[in-house]
C-alpha cells in the first residue's frame, strides 16, 4: 500500500501536468479579423467569407469547445462553439480561424453571423458572461484588409490593433524572427563582462545600504540609555551592610557574628582565591588567627 504523502504528491503531478496540457481559455486573443473578402480565404466549400482568427497566447494547448462567439453585447452566447468536437483546440502560439459565414450547420468552424464594418466581435467564455476578448472592426476598413492585433515584443502579453494591409489568418501576427532581451543583450557583450560588473556593483550597492541601515538602527537604540555605573570590586554597599549588622544583631550571638565578619573581612582582603558572583570561597590566611591554639583555651581551667 502507498503512503499517502506518496499518493499526494501523484495527485499534485497529475494536475500539474493537466494544467501544463491544457490552459485557460483566458489565454486566448481575437488575432485578426477580416470583414470583406473578395479574393483571399477560401473556405472547404469554395466560399470567400469574413473570418475570425483566434490565437493562443500561451505556451500549453488551450481547449476552447463551450466557449462563445458573438457580435451583439447583448447577446454573449449568439454562436455556442460545440465542447463535442475534439478539434477544438489550438497550441500553444497557434491560430485557429473560424468563417463567418451566417450558416453555423456547414460545421464547428463556421458561425451563425455575419460580419459588417462597425460591429465590435466578442469571445466569450463559457460560462457565457466572461468576455475574453474583443475586437473593433473599423467603419472605413477596406475590403481584403484586417484588422489585428500585433504582438508587442516576443513576450506577447500586449498587442498593437492596426489594420494589416496582408492579411495572414491562422498564421503568426507581427515579427516571427523577434529578438528577446536576452538575446540582443548576449550579442553586444557576447562575454559578459558588462552583465558581471552590474551584478557586481548592485550586490556591493546593497552591502553598503544594510551597514548604514544597522549602524544607524544600533546609534538610535542606544540613544537615551545610561550605562549603570560599574561596582567597586570588594566593597559592599552601605545599605547592605547596615542589613546584613542588623540581621546578625537580631538573630545570632557574638560567636556566630564574630566568624562571619572575619568571614567578610578575608573576603574583602586577599584571602579569596576567585571572583564568582554570589559565592565567597574561603580559603586558610597566613595571616589570620584561625588556626591560633590559643584561641581555644578555657578561661578557668578545671
Not at 71 to 92: C, E, F, M, W
Not at 193 to 207: D, G, K, N
Not at 254 to 264: D, F, K, Q, R
Amino acid at each position: 500500500m502507498k503512503h499517502p504523502r506518496h499518493i499526494l504528491l501523484s495527485l499534485l503531478a497529475g494536475f500539474a501536468a493537466l494544467a501544463a496540457g491544457a490552459q485557460n481559455p483566458s489565454d486566448l486573443r481575437i488575432g485578426e479579423v477580416l470583414c470583406e473578402n473578395t479574393s483571399g480565404l477560401v473556405d472547404g466549400f469554395g466560399n470567400r467569407n469574413g473570418w475570425i482568427e483566434i490565437f493562443n497566447n500561451s505556451n500549453g494547448t488551450v481547449k476552447f469547445g463551450g466557449c462563445y462567439l458573438t457580435d451583439d453585447a447583448s447577446n454573449l452566447k449568439k454562436y455556442h462553439i460545440p465542447s463535442s468536437d475534439r478539434s477544438t483546440q489550438v497550441g500553444p502560439r497557434q491560430s485557429i480561424v473560424f468563417f463567418a459565414s451566417g450558416n453555423s450547420s456547414l460545421g464547428t468552424y463556421y458561425t451563425n453571423f455575419t460580419l459588417e464594418k462597425g460591429e465590435t466581435v466578442f469571445l466569450v467564455s463559457n460560462d457565457g458572461r466572461t468576455i475574453i476578448d474583443r475586437i473593433d472592426i473599423p467603419t472605413d476598413l477596406p475590403a481584403d484588409k484586417s484588422i489585428a492585433k500585433i504582438p508587442v515584443g516576443i513576450k506577447e502579453m500586449d498587442f498593437e490593433v492596426r489594420v494589416n494591409d496582408k492579411p495572414s489568418p491562422g498564421s503568426y501576427n507581427g515579427e516571427v524572427d523577434a529578438k528577446t532581451k536576452s538575446e540582443i543583450i548576449k550579442e553586444k557583450d557576447p562575454h559578459g563582462w558588462v552583465l558581471t560588473l552590474i551584478s557586481v556593483m548592485v550586490v556591493f550597492s546593497a552591502l553598503l545600504i544594510l551597514a548604514f541601515i544597522f549602524g544607524w538602527v544600533g546609534k538610535w537604540n542606544s540613544r537615551g540609555k545610561e550605562k549603570p555605573a560599574p561596582k567597586a570590586k570588594g566593597k559592599v554597599p552601605d545599605e547592605i551592610a547596615a542589613a546584613i549588622s542588623l540581621a546578625l544583631q537580631q538573630e545570632f550571638g557574638g560567636e556566630v557574628y564574630a566568624a562571619i565578619a572575619l568571614a567578610l573581612d578575608d573576603y574583602l582582603g586577599t584571602g579569596v582565591h576567585d571572583d564568582e558572583s554570589f559565592v565567597i570561597t574561603i580559603v586558610p590566611s597566613q595571616g589570620g588567627n584561625w588556626n591560633d591554639k590559643t584561641q581555644t583555651f578555657r578561661q578557668i581551667p578545671r
